[in-house]
C-alpha cells in the first residue's frame, strides 16, 4: 500500500501524453470559443488549487504564513492575537512549462509532528471554461509529493517515526473543477486523495476528501474567497485520537480577501488549519474555529516572465 500514491501519479502523468487529442475534441480556440478569464486570480484559491494555470515561461515566487491562533489557550492579547506565533510557512517556485502545464517546488516548515516538508508538484488543465458554454467548466488536475527531511523521532508510534526513506514520503492527487457565472461568481469541487506512507497510530494512510471553494467578485481588483474541505476519516480513527490522545478532528475551512496590485497577488486569509501543505491540513486540522484556535495569514504570489516578452492578449 505504500506505493499506490506512486502508481496513481504516475498514472495521472501519463494522461498528459495524450493531451493534445483532448485539446482538438475540446477546441476551445476557434472562432467564437472565447475562454474564460479570471476564475480565480491565482493557482491557488486559499489554501487549494485553483483550476487558474502559470503561463508559458512564467515564474511564480509565494509565499505562505500561518499565525498562531487569534483566540483561545494561546490567542489573545498576550500573543497580539496570534501574531506573535508561526504555525507554518511555505517557500515555493512555480513554472508554467506551458499556457496548460506547470511544475513547482517548495519548502515547507510543516505543522504537528512532521517537520521540515519539502515539494515537488505538476498540475494540468485539460479544460478551459468558454464564454459561449462550448466547454461549459475547467478541469485542471494536481498532484504532489512530499518527503520530510526531519530526524525520525525514537517513539514507533509516532508520524514522525522513519524505519526507512519511504516512509518520509506523502502524496496527493487531485482533480479540480470550476465554472465562473457571471462576472462576479466563480465555484469549485475538488475530490481529492491523500496518501502518507507513514502515519500514527490508529491514524489513516489513505484519505479520500471532499473541497468545495468559491470566490465573490467585490471590485476589478479585490475578491472574497472561501474554501472548506470534508476529509473522509473512519469513525474507529476520531474515537481512538480522542480518547487515547485528547485530539478531536475539525474540517478546515479558510476565508480569504484577494487583492490584485500589479505583478502582485496578495491574499489575507483567516483559517482554523495550522499547516499549509493539502498532505497536512486535510487529514490533520484539530483546531476549532468555535473555540478561538483560527489563524490570520496572508499568501504572496509575485510573477516574471522568463525567456523574453510575452504577448498578454493572447
Not at 511564480?60 to 489557550?73: I, K, L, P, S, Y
Not at 474515537?239 to 505583478?263: C, H, M, Q, W
Request: proline share 2%; net charge positive; hydrophobic share 35%.
Amino acid at each position: 500500500m505504500k506505493y499506490i500514491s506512486t502508481i496513481l501519479l504516475c498514472c495521472v502523468l501519463s494522461v498528459f501524453a495524450h493531451a493534445q487529442g483532448l485539446d482538438k475534441l475540446f477546441d476551445s480556440t476557434a472562432t467564437g470559443h472565447t475562454k474564460v478569464r479570471d476564475t480565480y486570480k491565482s493557482t491557488r484559491i486559499v489554501q487549494g488549487q485553483s483550476t487558474e494555470m502559470l503561463r508559458k515561461h512564467e515564474l511564480d515566487f509565494r509565499v505562505t504564513h500561518r499565525f498562531g491562533d487569534a483566540g483561545g489557550e494561546f490567542g489573545g492579547t498576550k500573543t497580539f492575537f496570534g501574531t506573535d506565533n508561526s504555525t507554518d510557512i511555505r517557500i515555493a517556485f512555480e513554472y508554467g512549462v506551458s499556457d496548460n502545464l506547470m511544475v513547482g517546488i517548495s519548502r515547507t516548515k510543516g505543522s504537528g509532528d512532521l517537520q521540515q516538508l519539502y515539494e515537488g508538484l505538476v498540475k494540468y488543465r485539460f479544460l478551459q471554461q468558454t464564454t459561449d458554454n462550448h466547454v461549459p467548466l475547467s478541469l485542471a488536475v494536481f498532484g504532489n509529493a512530499v518527503i520530510s527531511g526531519m530526524p525520525s523521532a525514537t517513539d514507533k508510534t509516532s508520524a514522525a517515526y522513519f524505519e526507512d526513506g519511504a516512509d518520509r514520503l506523502m502524496y496527493v492527487a487531485q482533480a479540480i473543477v470550476s465554472r465562473k457565472f457571471g462576472d462576479k461568481l466563480s465555484l469549485t469541487l475538488s475530490p481529492t486523495y491523500v496518501h502518507r506512507n507513514h502515519v500514527a497510530y490508529m491514524d489513516m494512510n489513505n484519505m479520500f476528501a471532499l473541497g468545495a471553494a468559491g470566490r465573490l467578485k467585490l471590485s476589478k481588483r479585490m475578491g472574497f474567497l472561501a474554501e472548506y474541505y470534508y476529509p473522509f476519516r473512519s469513525q474507529e480513527s476520531k474515537d481512538y485520537f480522542k480518547s487515547a490522545r485528547g485530539l478531536s478532528f475539525y474540517n478546515p475551512l479558510a476565508v480569504g480577501l484577494e487583492i490584485e496590485t500589479g505583478g502582485h497577488v496578495f491574499s489575507i486569509t483567516f483559517t482554523n488549519s495550522t499547516a499549509i501543505q493539502e498532505s497536512q491540513f486535510i487529514p490533520e486540522t484539530t483546531t476549532s474555529w468555535l473555540q478561538g484556535q483560527f489563524r490570520w495569514g496572508f499568501n504572496i504570489s509575485r510573477r516574471f516572465t522568463l525567456f523574453g516578452k510575452k504577448d498578454w492578449k493572447k
